[in-house]
């Protein structure tokens, strides 16, 4: 069973921020299922990933003026702030470290992040191209 089941909660109606997300779980999926040999590289790709999607997350932020821009993207630093302490571990060969991130906190920020700031982009950039 997957680790977070691609079955549309996670959706906010804006297809690049979609994309990300469908990525992220796909990732997160591959890394809750790899061997300790493959975990190391494949935990790279998903903080490489990570850093991508915030970058276009915060442009379109920046694009759109969105008010809640400054919360945003500290709450994206904080993350990435984490992931790289763990990185740190993993590098080490601390595997177990990795997979408590993996497994106990990335899915649950995930789903909080899309339900709550992720929703609020998308709704403002829609309200923007209809005004």
């Known amino acids: ?9 996670l959706l906010v109606g804006h297809a690049p921020i979609d994309h990300d997300h469908d ?17 190391p590289a494949l ?7 990570t850093e991508q999607h915030f970058d276009r997350e915060n442009q379109l932020m920046e694009q759109s003026a ?13 993350v990435l702030g ?3 302490q763990f990185k ?4 080490k060969g601390l595997i177990t470290f ?5 497994r ?7 789903e909080l992040h899309v339900r709550t700031m992720d929703s609020a982009l998308a709704a403002h950039i829609k309200a923007q191209s209809q005004a």
Not at 43 to 49: P, V
């Open 98 to 102: 990795g997979r408590s991130l993996v």
């Open 1 to 9: 069973m997957a680790l977070i089941e691609k079955n549309g909660f």
């Open 82 to 84: 984490e992931f790289k």
């Open 23 to 39: 990525e992220f779980i796909t990732l997160l999926n591959q890394l809750d299922a790899a061997d300790n040999g493959d975990f």
């Open 104 to 110: 106990e906190r990335l899915p649950q920020w995930l």
């Open 66 to 78: 969105f008010p809640a821009e400054a919360e945003h993207k500290g709450e994206h630093q904080r």
């Open 43 to 49: 935990f790279q790709q998903l903080l490489a990933h």
């Open 88 to 91: 740190k571990r993993v590098d």
